[in-house]
């Protein structure tokens, strides 16, 4: 019985140790796992725009251009306090680069992401946010447009266009803004 139970540690020890090299050989990279993270992560920081900077959209709905110009931080919008702790009302323009007229509200969708990356969806509901709608953008027309999002207090934030579309869809663009750019501090 003595033998049966040296054998039996014996095996479980071997499996230990067997099982925690594997870990450690399996979480060291190799030379290609660190190429392939650095190429994606450089390719994702060129991909942030800022204030001013416009980006291209491809899609089954259209091609336009998108440019966020500035952003305001406001505590309350037509008598009507933030829900959370700010409303962040966004100024941005599209160009109709495409060949047919796109219609304004299918260009409209935008996430709007704090430092905690804690998203909010646009709101709807305000008659002076100058909201894009049902009428058409006709190629090489540039419309004005807003979008009003309740969120955070945040250093920052990222507004990504077709947040969750598939990029077969349409093209996902991310502009990044430090809170201290706002227009109206």
């Known amino acids: 019985m003595k033998n049966f139970q040296t054998v039996w540690i014996g095996l479980v020890l071997a499996i230990v140790l067997i099982g925690c090299s594997s870990d450690e050989e399996s979480s060291q990279p190799t030379n290609n796992e660190d190429k392939v993270d650095e190429e994606t992560t450089d390719s994702e920081s060129e991909d942030v725009l800022r204030l001013g900077e416009t980006g291209e ?15 305001e931080i406001l505590d309350e919008i037509e008598g009507e306090p933030s829900l ?23 260009v409209y969708n935008g996430r709007l992401f704090n430092d905690e990356n804690t998203s909010q969806g646009n709101l709807y509901d305000f008659e002076s946010v100058k909201m894009l709608t049902e009428e058409e953008i006709q190629p090489g027309e540039t ?36 809170a201290n750019e706002a227009s109206n501090q």
């Open 57 to 71: 959209v491809s899609g089954v709905l259209g091609n336009y251009e998108i440019t966020v110009n500035s952003f």
């Open 143 to 178: 419309v004005e447009a807003e979008m009003l999002f309740d969120q955070d207090n945040s250093d920052y934030y990222e507004l990504v266009f077709n947040f969750g579309a598939l990029e077969s869809n349409a093209t996902i663009l991310t502009w990044r803004f430090d």
């Open 84 to 106: 959370m702790e700010i409303l962040v009302l966004v100024h941005f323009e599209v160009t109709n680069i495409d060949d047919l007229p796109i219609v304004g509200k299918d």
